[in-house]
């Protein structure tokens, strides 16, 4: 969790002194290395659709693979039963990836940055509902892989619990694309 603060504070301040670059004196001798147009601003809408949303889904596996490999070492035969649920919050970062594309496919040359805006933001809701639903479907399938251990005719509950928190994500990929759509 430590990692991804530093990195969205890092790209925050990136950003900003790249725009503070532009409006600045580097840009009235010649330019800055970050340059606000569309194309820049839906750049940065889709990597962040994708990597909020890979950042959530890394540390989701993290979580529930690290209990899976525990529950493994205790009864290695429900490996079958414990995959899914470690898996589970891997398509957050699917989401993430497929709306980044479906943003990146928008441009088009001679696009202005009110276009780029709109396309920005559309990579938002994924991101951040990717990011937030994936550690904590990570946190849900690691209680479900304990509820497995103890019983494992309770896989299919455990599974259900799991889906529920991906529920949240479904809506945040629905939204970007519906924004996406919009533009």
């Known amino acids: 969790m430590r990692l991804a603060r530093l990195t969205l504070i890092l790209g925050i301040i990136l950003i900003a002194t790249g725009i503070w670059a532009q409006s ?5 001798n010649g330019g800055s290395w970050f340059k606000l147009d569309a194309i820049a601003l839906i750049l940065f809408g889709a990597g962040t659709a994708a990597v909020l949303s890979g950042i959530g889904s890394s540390i ?3 979580i529930a693979g690290g209990m899976a490999t525990g529950a493994m070492q205790e009864k290695p ?14 398509t957050q970062g699917i989401y993430g990836i497929a709306v980044a594309v479906i943003i990146i496919g928008k441009i088009t040359t001679g696009m202005n ?20 639903s994936g550690i904590w479907q990570g946190k849900v399938c690691a209680g479900g892989i304990g509820l497995v251990i ?3 005719g309770q896989f299919g509950k455990a599974l259900v ?8 994500a479904l809506l945040g990929l629905i939204a970007s694309i519906l924004m996406v759509g919009k533009v």
Do not use: N, Q, T
């Open 24 to 28: 600045g004196s580097v840009a009235a």
């Open 60 to 62: 989701g596996i993290g």
């Open 77 to 90: 035969e429900l490996f079958g039963r414990f995959l899914p649920l470690a898996a589970a919050p891997g």
């Open 113 to 132: 940055v009110d276009v780029g805006w709109h396309l920005f933001f559309a990579g938002l809701p994924v991101g951040f509902a990717g990011l937030v």
């Open 150 to 152: 103890k019983d494992p």
């Open 161 to 168: 619990m799991a889906v529920l928190v991906e529920f949240y």
